[in-house]
């Protein structure tokens, strides 16, 4: 016979005395090396029992044999009749063992089969074929392809997905010709081709935290990956491509960590982030998706580190709505319109960051946002470095923002047109390098408000070092810049209303060669 545990459910404590957590009923004959493993687990099981009624305890795991439930109860003495023995619940003791599915010669011609006789630990080995069937898993059982994951399909009929919603569970090394439903728990996911699901090919929800390693997710109906709802979990090493809609959703609070993914030629967004969501991106590449590359909306805040962004059918990374989020270190390039694109009234902070060779600009923030860009290098992107339009009025109102944009010590060189413009908007330009742009260094046009142009060097620019072309508002004050080698002059003061006035102009440094106009 096997060996079992019955446990006295938590919530049902109250039926027992103060002292007692749990009765232990050992059946069946037992070798000695497993009865001294079960007495073990028993009596961490036990707790409180195990020292107030040892006499008890010991009586029973020293019984090889069957106890009679009747003779316990009289043994321990005070539990009487309010013992409820059908709410017991039994815990399986015996070793894990293996199991094997097959279409021909193995124990079992079926997963479902074998599920069913599977206790928690047991690993379910599945052989080559072809396998009709969407398993539920909510015990901790490992499912492991034996050979080449390609030969080792399971490919339900009418769209049913595969469940797995228990910490622990494992599924490993097979072709998923359908979704995968991750419900509940840790349970991990590894080395499996998940592809032409009806529907996501992953679907993680209701706080489930899997783990999801050396996976291929790909050619599904809509997005690769659906996380949402809390779901944690980590994603990585995993190649998530040629999905119909998005690589990854996330959406809700959910907040995975992805890392060292591939994520390329999906039909939209490669990472997808939306309502409160969060998240980690570390160490990804992701490339030739069809919008952009990441896109965050409504209140979306997550963390991108180390990433390279690039060849995506828009911007590299859109942030929108009114979330924030952190982008620190990532190679952002090449790119079919902005390397960065920020739309007000999202506050993200970009940092550290490579953006080059994008077709449009490097950075552009649009709207009633206060980002900060802060200590990237800008460069060799087609239309200009970064720029700021369009943030509302500027005659006080609702509509002005409370703080400019944050310009800080980045390095704006060789860009197609202008390094910074300012285009009727909010700019605090500082200790940025601004050279070698193919037209102004910082253009500032149009309705301006707050900010400084201050303590930049400004060199070797196409047009003029700044040039300003103001038709409404205060317009920055530009002071205690060294600006020299432009081609057409330090300063240019255009426009007919305020702003960059000579006495703004005060501590800059000029060269010979670079005269002021106004």
Known sequence: MGIRLYVWPPDAAAELTAMARALVVVVGGAPPVVREQLELRARELLGDLADKAPDLVSAVLADAGLVEVGDLVEAGGGFGDS???????????????????????????????????????????????????????????????????????????????VMIGATGATIEGLTIRTGIDVYAGQPSIIDCDVTAS??????????????????????????????????????????????????????????????????????????????????????????????????????????????????????????????????????????????????????PQIVGNTIASNAQFGVVVTGKSVAVVRGNRVRCNVWGGVKIERQGTFKGGDSTPMLPVAVLDNEVTENGGNGIIVCDGHGSICGNRITANAWVGVLLQGRLGLGYVRSNVIVGNAGSGVECDVSEGSGPVVEWNTIRANTKSGIDVQGTAGGCIPTQHCGSEFAARDPCSW
Do not use: K
């Open 198 to 347: 009806p529907s996501h090919g992953v679907i993680i929800r209701d706080r489930a935290e899997p783990t999801i390693r050396g996976c291929a997710v790909h050619d599904n109906t809509t997005s690769g990956l659906f996380i949402h709802t809390g779901a944690r979990g980590e994603l990585s090493e995993d190649e998530i491509h040629g999905n119909g809609h998005h690589g990854i959703m996330v959406d809700g609070d959910a907040a995975p960590r992805v890392l060292q993914c591939r994520i390329h030629g999906n039909s939209h967004s490669g990472v997808y982030l939306s309502g409160h969501s969060t998240g980690v991106l570390t160490g990804n590449d992701i490339r030739n998706n069809g919008h952009c590359g990441v896109t965050a909306a409504s209140q979306a805040a997550p963390q991108l580190q180390g990433n390279e962004i690039h060849r995506n059918g828009r911007c590299g990374v859109e942030q929108s709505g009114n979330g924030s989020g952190s982008y620190v270190r990532n190679d952002v390039h090449s790119n079919d319109h902005d390397g960065f694109r920020v739309l007000g009234p999202a506050c």
């Open 83 to 161: 013992v409820d023995f059908a709410r017991w619940q039994e815990v399986d003791c015996r070793n894990a063992i293996d199991l094997t599915v097959a279409p021909y010669g193995a124990e079992f011609s079926t997963i479902g089969a074998a599920l069913a006789a599977a206790r928690p630990g047991d690993r379910i080995i599945i052989g080559p074929g072809i396998y009709g069937e969407a398993p539920a898993i909510d015990i901790a059982v490992h499912l492991v392809g034996d050979g080449d994951r390609s030969e080792i399909v399971l490919e339900p009929s009418g769209g049913a997905f």
